[in-house]
Each structure stands twice: as structure tokens, then as C-alpha cells.
């Protein structure tokens, strides 16, 4: 598969810019945010960041960067109808709250969807819409002003030891008492890890090195993290009655990117064909 290291990066940096800006509205309005308020700041972020992303182009050219980086480490030059097949590229936000309780041992539920792109050896592309999917389960707990961080529930303790490979612990927290100053979120991958364990750091509030919002998004679009078991993103991650976030990469509705790539694949075809019969005419004559 190409790698699409630069929308990647474009994608983690909105990411980032959205965590900053949640930090500052906290600051200037919000103090003593609880954990969906902050959870809602950020997706309304985020959500801003990715529709300029996709407005100003940004988007397009950094998918267009990687696949011409692929062709170009084939040995190939990018064909011209490749700025056809990117520019209807377009990065959509999804949340959804939760209409009914749902035990999944989460707070809300964390996907990627991303296009796959694979380039064989005679310059022929392969398209693969919404080839990644990976998705992470998420609890979410905040400190309280007594010092405290919030308490998995009895059922939380009962259902999360088995989802533990692919879910993560956030955690919001709060730098001064007037808890106006957010910190940065800080998340721990639970892989590997006991929930006897997890309700010890929450006790002692000693916690491992966490990991940063950009490095969880960054983790999900390499396969890193979380799962891309479609049974357990449907029934556990992103249920039909649950709370989740869905960063979608994908083309604008109605279009259809297929056609484009089978007219980017002819024309490679008709081109090797022309080359062939020139040598075949030298080669007789």
C-alpha cells in the first residue's frame, strides 16, 4: 500500500490545533469543564480544522503528494488524470451521542476511515474506499476538585477486562484550583495492561508516560493501535445506539472515484500499448 504520510500529517495536525484551541476556550469560558464538554469543544474543533483543510485544497494536495511519491518510488512519473481523482477527496467529522445507555465499558467510541491506495508494477492503480478502518474504545475520566479521578462503575469493571487491547484511558486534568487552566489530554494505551492495574493509577494517581492526541490519531492511521475487527468496531466501538467519533476520509457524495481510476488505468494501458507498436514499426522497418 502507499503510504499517505502526508495526509497523516495534515490530519494530526488539525488534531493538535483543536486540542490547543479547547485548551484556550476552557481558559476564556468554560472552567470546571466536565468530560463531554470537553470532548464536544474538541470535536467541534476539529471538525472546523478538517472542513478548511478540505475547502482550501489542502486536503487533495496532500493526498496527491503521496500517491505521485508512490508512483515516483516505482520508478514512474504521476499521471496527469491523478489531480481528477484527489480533488473530490473531502475530510468529514462525525459524532454521535449516545440515545440509549450502552455497556460497552466506554465513554465514546474513536474511528479512522481512510482510502488505501496500491500501485503494481506496470503503473496500474488499485483504489480501496474506506480500506482503513480502525477504531479505539475510549474511557474517559476527569479529575475532581477534591483531587480524585472519577471511579470506573461496576459494570465498567465487569466489561472492560475483555476490550482491553483496544481501548485507551483519557484523561482531562485541570493545572490550577480555579480549574480554568486544561492540561493537555493525556492518554494511556491499555493493551497488556489489568484493569486491577488501571484502578490503581486512578487511586494512587500515579500514572505511566501518556501518550498525546496527536500520536493516538497518528497510531490509528498507521494500524498501530486500536482494532480494525469490523465486528467489534460495530458493536462495540461505534454501536447504532452508542456515543462515537468518526474522522472519515472519502469523496464528495455522488462522485465516484472508481470510474476516475479505471480512465487513469486506460489511459497507462493505451500508452504502453502506443509504445509497444512504435518499437514493433522501428524494429521492422
Same mark, same amino acid.
Given at each position: ?99 440509549? $445507555?450502552? @455497556?460497552?465499558?466506554? !465513554?465514546? %467510541?474513536?474511528?479512522? /476511515? ?119 468496531? $460495530?458493536? @462495540?466501538?461505534?454501536? !447504532?445506539? %452508542?456515543?462515537?467519533? /468518526? ?39
Amino acid at each position: 500500500m502507499i503510504d499517505l504520510k502526508d495526509l497523516r500529517h495534515l490530519v494530526v495536525s488539525e488534531i493538535n490545533k483543536a486540542e490547543k484551541q479547547v485548551i484556550k476556550d476552557v481558559h476564556l469560558s468554560l472552567a470546571n469543564a466536565k468530560e463531554d464538554e470537553i470532548t464536544t469543544l474538541f470535536v467541534v474543533e476539529a471538525e472546523r480544522g478538517l472542513m478548511e483543510a478540505t475547502e482550501s485544497g489542502r486536503l487533495a494536495a496532500a493526498v496527491r503528494s503521496d500517491i505521485e511519491r508512490g508512483y515516483w518510488a516505482h520508478g514512474h512519473s504521476p499521471p496527469r488524470r491523478l489531480k481528477h481523482l484527489t480533488d473530490g477527496l473531502v475530510a468529514r467529522l462525525r459524532k454521535q451521542q449516545s440515545i440509549e $445507555e450502552v @455497556e460497552t465499558g466506554g !465513554d465514546f %467510541g474513536l474511528l479512522i /476511515v481512510e482510502p488505501q491506495f496500491r500501485l503494481h508494477w506496470d503503473k496500474q492503480l488499485d483504489l480501496y474506499r474506506a480500506g482503513l478502518k480502525r477504531g479505539l474504545l475510549v474511557q474517559a475520566k476527569r479529575r475532581c476538585l477534591n483531587g480524585r479521578w472519577n471511579r470506573f462503575t461496576i459494570k465498567q469493571t465487569e466489561v472492560l477486562p475483555e476490550r482491553l487491547d483496544y481501548t485507551a484511558l483519557l484523561r482531562y486534568e485541570f493545572d490550577d484550583y480555579s480549574r480554568k487552566s486544561l492540561h493537555e489530554f493525556n492518554w494511556h494505551l491499555l493493551s497488556g495492561i489489568t484493569i486491577t492495574e488501571i484502578i490503581h493509577w486512578l487511586k494512587s494517581d500515579e500514572f505511566p508516560v501518556p501518550v498525546t492526541t496527536s500520536a493516538i490519531v497518528e497510531g490509528l492511521s498507521k494500524g498501530e493501535y486500536g482494532t480494525d475487527d469490523k465486528e467489534v468496531i $460495530e458493536q @462495540e466501538i461505534c454501536p !447504532d445506539a %452508542g456515543s462515537y467519533t /468518526v474522522i472519515e476520509i472519502d469523496w464528495k457524495e455522488g462522485e465516484d472515484p472508481e470510474d476516475i481510476v479505471f480512465n487513469l488505468n486506460r489511459d497507462i494501458a493505451m500508452q504502453k500499448m502506443q509504445r509497444k507498436q512504435k518499437v514493433y514499426v522501428k524494429v521492422r522497418g
